[in-house]
């Protein structure tokens, strides 16, 4: 038995016990929920690319809810903060998840959103050190409710362990990831002993260096791609150029490590992912026991080709129309394991991305890379500025700046020196405004939307004592591009919702992820409590 299923914290007992049931939708639910995270899938995507695909992003968007509007309201749109606001329907000033990784003030230490001392690896490979877990996680998922309070049983699967952890929460019967190097799967104590027979099973007839030789080559006629094929900006895995074709072949020969980046960064990866999901519904005869089951499953490599190649490039383009052929032959295989009405689907995004800034300074905006060394420099200077000598900052970590114990305070309670420090910080390139702690903390109700992105994303000890946002096209990436900040390209991402029960259509009103999980579990006969979201009651038809 999975550790998670019985070693819940008290207050997460608290929380799944103030659950209220629906007992009128009992007949009705699903044998199948299945949650899908595109790891940073902009909304504008589907408004340009759906008329590349035929499978299953088109079967979800033309036949289910789609909220063309969705978007995060919050500051840190980053990959581990997405999955657990999406896993429970809360923002971060209440599930706690404030970055992928952030600096720990009583270790000094960096510390990821999933690391567990409590933990250990299990691995479906070598032996792996290390340990992972929600237990970082300040609230329940919905899955956490759907395994303790409904018999379901869960899988989450993804190449990332924040994705499939964040989506599992606190127990599941098969959380799988890669394992950091790339080349095995490993899972955690947090979650099964040893090795789930069924995944072990998939993964040792299915060995990843089958697809070493494999070539990415272009899925679509020329003419339909929107971009040239080589653009300035673009930073692509060692062995590879930044044209097509893309071939799958290591440094030296083999499948080395350089093999195992590049796959990560291929359409074969989510391909993977999508057959192990598979094998695994009915290896595990999920929605087919007379409960509702739960399957979870998060695609990284859009994440890890759009860093490298950014949102306006084929690459981009192309993976979602292979992507379009994988969730596909997925929504097929569910049709014959489940039956084709008898599952649910929610579909979302993590995050969305910003265009590269040499993209954006070409077309005359104000664009550029920030350096969070230089930027920690650049403040420490001007609080000495104001204050006199010392080592003031700590760290600058994504938008939040830490300063060294102590010594936040001193800068707090000269009101001067704060006015001084914060007005520099305003003209520096690329930062439109920092909040002090003491106004963020305060600000979730607030009316101005930067300063109210800010505070739903500011969770008590872990945030930083001054949080920066950045101006639109600014980001902290030496290479590529990323994500992270509250403006729109960011925090924009689709929302679908599909399946029986569901009323298919384009849907204008606004609408966050945290959504999905209240409107997941009133599919699933509950509701839930204390949580951010709301169910979409008007994509929903009456039991």
Known sequence: MARGRIALPLTLVAALASLQPVPDAQASRPKLAVLIVVDQMRADYVDRFQDDWTGGL????????????????????VTCVGHATVSTGTFPRRHGIIQNAWWDRDSA???????????????YGAPAGGGDSAARLAVPTWTDVMRTQHSARVVSLSLKDRSAIMMAGHGGEAVTWLAPTGDQWITSSAFAA????????????????????????????????RQPDD???????SG??????????GAGGRADASFYSQWQRSPYANTYLAQLAASLVKAMALGQRGETDVLAISFSSTDLVGHAFGPDSQEIQDIYAHLDQTIGTMLTELDTLVGRDQYIVALTADHGVTPMPEHLQKDGHDAGR????????????????????????SRVNGNDVYF??????????????????????KKTDGIADVYPAEL????????????????????????????????????????????????????????????????????????????????LAALCGFALQNVDGHVLTTALRPH
Not at 109 to 123: E, F, L, P
Not at 231 to 237: D, I, Q
Not at 240 to 246: A, E, G, Q, T
Request: net charge positive; proline share 10%; charged share 20%.
């Open 440 to 519: 963020v903390r305060s600000g979730s109700t607030a009316k101005d939307p930067v300063l109210r992105a800010a505070a739903l994303s500011y969770f008590p000890g872990r945030s930083g004592d001054l949080v920066l946002v950045p101006k639109p096209g600014w980001m902290p990436s030496a290479s590529g591009t990323t994500h992270g900040s509250g403006n729109p390209d960011d925090q924009r991402v689709p929302v679908v919702i599909f399946g029986p029960g569901v009323k298919p259509g384009i849907y204008e009103e606004q609408a966050t992820p945290a959504d999905i999980a209240p409107t």
């Open 194 to 225: 040893a090795p789930v027979p069924a995944v072990k099973a998939f993964i040792d007839t299915h060995p990843i260096s089958a697809d070493f030789g494999r070539t990415w080559t272009r899925l679509l006629p020329p003419a339909r791609y």
């Open 240 to 249: 590879w150029d930044r044209s097509f074709p893309h071939v799958l072949k």
């Open 58 to 77: 088109k079967r979800l968007v033309t036949r289910g809810a789609w909220f063309r509007r969705a978007a995060y309201p919050y500051l840190n749109t």
């Open 370 to 393: 920030l350096s969070p060394l230089a930027m920690a420099s650049f403040i420490n200077t001007r609080v000495q500025a104001a204050l006199g000598e010392g080592r003031y900052v």
């Open 231 to 237: 653009v300035e900006g673009e930073a692509p895995p």
């Open 404 to 425: 060294e114990p102590g010594m936040y305070d001193r800068l707090a309670s000269n009101s001067a020196a704060m006015t001084a420090v914060l007005g520099n910080l």
């Open 109 to 123: 230490s960096y510390v990821t959103c999933t690391n567990d001392r409590g933990a250990k690896t299990v691995s």
